[in-house]
């Protein structure tokens, strides 16, 4: 089963500093019907403009990736990480029992794009993980990069719940193909440019679900950025 999400469907903030496009109910975009999909708890697209940004704010049992689309992020936290990442990098932490941080993007001028993912994690109250990764764009040039998994899988960057995510940058008219394992789901993120996926068309901020397939069929249409997230299917 193939699920469109057009962008123009999602929910939507601006607060002025922050300009947001919410995947599933959070903050102001309040929907009981869209709260998940599995454990993929909150996607948000996120743009937040030069000189501003998230004061320190509490988490506590949820993992959270960011993933930098275009700008720079400057974190900080509670423990004692301090550190600013650019496009195609990666920060990530488990909350565990608590931990307080801060996210701004401290440049006089550029605005910086993030995709911010809340996973949920398999218990509550496991050990804090902070960390980060430096990937370059070969890495991800016409190929798939698994940038995140679980504990047993192959990604640098390993959280507590059973997951992989995946991003590529893939040139137009460029095909790639991922076999999505047994019991598993996929919710899939275009985050520039156009791509066909299993016959369905998705433009620069669109999504879609996926359950019950095989395998993902994935064509640029044109120059084209995404990310998906593979999990249990419930």
């Known amino acids: 089963?193939?699920?469109?999400?057009?962008?123009?469907?999602?929910g939507t903030s601006n607060l002025g500093w922050l300009e947001s496009r919410f995947h599933f109910s959070f903050a102001e975009y309040r929907n009981p019907n869209n709260m998940n999909f599995g454990v993929l708890r909150v996607l948000n697209d996120d743009i937040i403009h030069a000189n501003s940004g998230f004061d320190t704010h509490p988490h506590s049992n949820m993992e959270i990736i960011s993933y930098?689309?275009?700008g720079e992020i400057t974190h900080k936290d509670s423990m004692g990480n301090s550190e600013t990442l650019k496009r195609g990098e990666v920060q990530y932490l488990s909350?565990?029992?608590?931990?307080?941080?801060?996210?701004?993007?401290?440049?006089?001028?550029?605005?910086?794009?993030?995709?911010?993912?809340?996973?949920?994690?398999?218990?509550?109250?496991?050990?804090?993980?902070?960390?980060?990764?430096?990937?370059?764009?070969?890495?991800?040039?016409?190929k798939l990069l698994n940038i995140v998994s679980g504990q047993e899988g192959n990604a640098d960057i390993k959280i507590y719940q059973d997951?992989?995510?995946?991003?590529?940058?893939?040139d137009s008219n460029k095909n790639l193909?991922?076999?999505?394992?047994?019991?598993?789901?996929?919710y899939f993120v275009q985050i520039e440019g156009k791509s066909n996926i299993n016959g369905i068309d998705l433009n620069n901020g669109d999504a879609i679900e996926i359950i019950d397939e095989k395998q993902l069929n994935i064509k640029a249409l044109e120059n084209s950025h995404f990310l998906f997230v593979e999990m249990a299917k419930v």
């Open 1 to 10: 089963m193939l699920k469109k999400l057009p962008k123009e469907k999602m």
């Open 68 to 70: 930098i689309v275009n």
């Open 95 to 142: 909350a565990g029992d608590g931990i307080y941080h801060s996210e701004h993007n401290l440049h006089k001028s550029d605005d910086l794009r993030l995709l911010q993912i809340w996973i949920i994690p398999p218990k509550a109250g496991l050990p804090r993980l902070y960390g980060s990764k430096r990937f370059e764009e070969i890495d991800r040039k016409n």
């Open 163 to 170: 997951i992989n995510i995946f991003v590529s940058q893939l």
């Open 177 to 186: 193909a991922f076999q999505i394992n047994e019991n598993k789901q996929v």
